[in-house]
């Protein structure tokens, strides 16, 4: 899943900046990501960027943890939605 892996990268780099001012940008990758996904896979791969997005909030501190908690309930806004 090429689509999925590109959005992983491209969240944990985000994640690990921190920068509240990049939320639109993550928000704007998951879109992304479920608009080329095929419907059979996007559910799993939401749960994939939200394990990924968890793991990171553990090992982060401060901002990163923030921004790791706002891309999670990003994610399940959109989980609720498929």
Known sequence: MPGLADCLS???LLI???DPKAISSATGAIDDYLEMAPVSIRRSGLRVLQQDAWDLHDA???VQR???ETVDAYI???L???
Do not use: C, M, N, T
């Open 10 to 12: 491209f969240l944990r």
């Open 16 to 18: 690990a900046r921190g």
């Open 60 to 62: 982060g501190v401060g």
């Open 66 to 68: 923030s921004f790791a």
């Open 76 to 78: 399940e806004r959109k």
């Open 80 to 82: 609720a939605e498929e």
